[in-house]
C-alpha cells in the first residue's frame, strides 16, 4: 500500500506482532469494544488478513465503518460447514461431508462418506491443524480421542479423503464494482497439511482454468464478496473439487508479489479502497517456497538471477511460516535449473523436486 500513498494502522493482539516493525500497531482483543472503537476512530476503512477475526467483531466495526470483504462472508468462509454447503448450492463440486456432533454421529457420518477420511473442526483450523485422518472406521475411537472435546465449542466435519493427483488454487479479487480478476491458476504441493510449494501459472488444460475461475466468480458474486480471496481445489481424474475459501490473501498467492504485473496485496488494497484493479497477468513462469520453523541461509537463494526473499521477521518456531522466496524467470526450464541449484544448496531436494517436474512438463 505505501506506493499508493496509504497509511496503515494495524490491530493484533500481541505486542510482537510482526506487522509492527513496519506500521502502527494497536495491541488489543479483537472482542474487546474499546480496543475495536479505538481502531474504527483512527482509520478510513478496515479489512482484515487473519481469517479467524471473530466476524462478529467485524460487524460491529462495519456498523462504523466500511469494512471489506463483508463480515457475512467472512462468517461462512470461518465454517467449513457452511462454506461447502455453499459450494453444493452454487453447483460447486465437494468431496462428500457430514456434520459431526456426537461420537454415535461419527460412526453414522463415517458409514455414509466411506474411509478413508479425515475428521476437521469446523473453525479455527490452519496449517492441517485441527484435523485427523482415518484410515478405516477401526480409527473413530483415536479421531474422536483427539477432536472430540471440540465438538461442542467449535464444531467437527468429516470429510472423504480425495486421492487428489494435485492441488490447484485460484486467487482472484473482486473490486466494489464487482469487476473479477483472477491470477493464472497457482499449483500447490503441502506437506503435514502446510504450504511447501506453488507454482504459477500452473500447467493445466485451459477448460480446468476456466471451471475453477468460474467457481471463484460464483463464490465471488453470492458472498458480494470484496477484495482478495483464494479457493483451494483438488484435482482428480481432470475434475475439480473444492476444498476451502480463504477469505484474505493467500500464502499461495505470494509469488505474485514479484510474479505477476500486479500483486494480491496491492489488488486487495485497491479493491478495498474502490480503486481500478491492476492486471493479474503473470510475468513469466515463479515458484513460491516456503521457510517454515526457521529461514534457512539466504546466500543461495539471493545468488540466483530469479530469486527473491522475503523474512517476515517472525521469532522461529516449529511448524511456523517465517518467510518465503520466489523465483521468477522468463523460462521454464531457466527456473527449474535455478530450483535444482537451491534444492541442492540448502539440502531441500524434496521440497523442489516436485516442482522441478511439473515444470518438465510446460
Ligand atoms: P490452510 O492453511 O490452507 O487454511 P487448513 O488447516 O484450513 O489449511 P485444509 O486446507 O482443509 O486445512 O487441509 C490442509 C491440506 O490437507 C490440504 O491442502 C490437503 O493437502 C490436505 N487435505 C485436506 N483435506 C483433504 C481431503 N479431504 N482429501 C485429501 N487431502 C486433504
Ligand atoms: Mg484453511
Ligand atoms: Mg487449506
Known sequence: ??????????????????????????????????????????????????????????????????????????????????????????????????????????????ERIGAPCILKTRRLGYDGKGQFRLQSAGDADAAWQALGNQASTVGLILEAFVPFERELSVVAVRGRDGEF????????????????????????????????????????ERLQY??????ELFCRDGELL??????RVHNSGHWTIEGAQTSQFQNHLRAVLGLPLGATTALGHACMLNWIGEMPPAGA????RAGHWHDYGKTPREGRKVGHATFRSDSASE???GLERVGDALGRQAQVRPVIGRLATV
Not at 193 to 219: K, N, Q, Y
Not at 242 to 247: K, Q, Y
Not at 301 to 304: D, I, P, Q
Request: net charge negative; charged share 20%.
Open 1 to 110: 500500500g505505501a506506493p499508493l500513498g496509504l497509511r496503515f494502522l494495524v490491530m493484533d493482539t500481541v505486542a510482537d506482532a510482526c506487522a509492527g516493525q513496519f506500521v502502527p500497531l494497536l495491541v488489543g482483543d479483537y472482542r474487546d469494544r474499546d480496543a475495536l472503537a479505538e481502531f474504527a476512530s483512527r482509520v478510513d476503512v478496515a479489512t482484515f488478513d487473519f481469517e479467524n477475526v471473530p466476524a462478529e467483531s467485524a460487524r460491529w466495526l462495519a456498523e462504523r465503518i466500511p469494512v471489506f470483504p463483508n463480515p457475512g462472508a467472512l462468517a461462512i468462509a470461518q465454517d467449513r460447514l457452511a462454506e461447502k454447503s455453499m459450494f453444493r448450492e452454487l453447483g460447486i463440486p465437494v468431496p462428500g461431508f457430514a456434520d459431526v456432533d456426537t461420537r454415535s454421529a461419527l460412526d453414522s457420518a463415517i
Open 226 to 231: 470484496v477484495g482478495v480471496f483464494a479457493l
Open 181 to 220: 480478476r483472477a491470477w493464472p491458476l497457482t499449483e500447490n504441493w503441502h506437506v503435514d497439511g502446510v504450504l511447501s510449494a506453488s507454482l504459477a501459472p500452473a500447467p493445466v488444460a485451459v477448460d480446468i482454468e476456466r471451471t475453477a475461475f468460474a467457481h471463484a466468480r460464483a463464490l465471488s
Open 335 to 337: 527456473l527449474a535449473a
Open 301 to 304: 537463494v539471493l545468488g540466483e
Open 242 to 247: 473444492a476444498n476451502e475459501l480463504a477469505p
